[in-house]
């Protein structure tokens, strides 16, 4: 039975139809010479899409203990993969090829996995494809918890709902061809706002939300924004894959973070992946254990990642 995500990318696995992509791609770009290059790169880019989807195919049947490594290195694989429709000449040197993220290499006796942080380099994979793919600049040195990119996660806000009692979200719902999203008028309450000053927050977080209209109609605050959002980079609304949108309780959570989905993905399952090769104790305890409350995020974060991803990455590569 062929996995349902392998079928998305199917249509690339013509080198006919990825070369003309690639050159309609580059030509918006007004990249020169875009045919030309669009067949120099044309193989290694369905290579990378194949052998990212042939990591997810087998992690699909292979137990919890392998993988975060085949998530990651097949994600790595599907993002050099949008690299390269954006950028026909990456990689332009050895050090964009390095990971671009490091984590703490011992973990201490009271190790949390919620509690652990990864911090950002320089150079590498990370912050080449924000750049090239979200057009996004992060300085060397920032770190972020794992918890904060758990929040961040759509799909984890009903998991954190079951296991704290409490949620960490509003649930709002999408109207009007997808322009229109309505929470609940609390919102206005939690963050100490009016409607217009929440207008102006979120035109602060991200530009795409430039003219958003914000009313509050009884109980419910309609926001109309601009166009429909892009789920590849929709801060701070964030959606799981049933298309339900949350909205953080804490502002200050929001402050905090502005990556976009991709990115929170990729953090994760870095840091996953290290712990699973380098940190064989913890991870088996973890595993066998059930200790805490680390082991239903990270099962069920996994279970997210292995589904959602390959639509991430379609839809990024299908994005007018």
Known sequence: MIDGHYDLFIPFYSATYSSRFLTERYEI??????????????SSFMYHLQHGQLYFKQASTSPIELKPILLFYGYVQLIKACILSTDPNYPENTQVLAHGVTTRKRKKATYRFLEDEVKIQKNGLFSSFLDKMFHVKHQEGEKYQMLTLFQHLGDMHHLFQTLHRESISLKGKIKDHQKQIIFSSKILDLYHMTPNRFEQFLESLNHTYKGVSVVEDKNELIITL?????????????????NHVYLLKERQNIRMYSLPEMATHFLLLYNLSMICRYEAEWWGDLIHTFDGTDFPFISHYLNIAQLKIPHLVHAYLQQE
């Open 29 to 42: 770009k007004q990249i020169t010479k875009a045919k030309s290059k669009s067949y120099q790169v044309c």
């Open 226 to 242: 601009p166009n429909k959002p892009n789920k590849l980079d929709s801060f701070p609304f964030s959606f799981d894959r049933n």
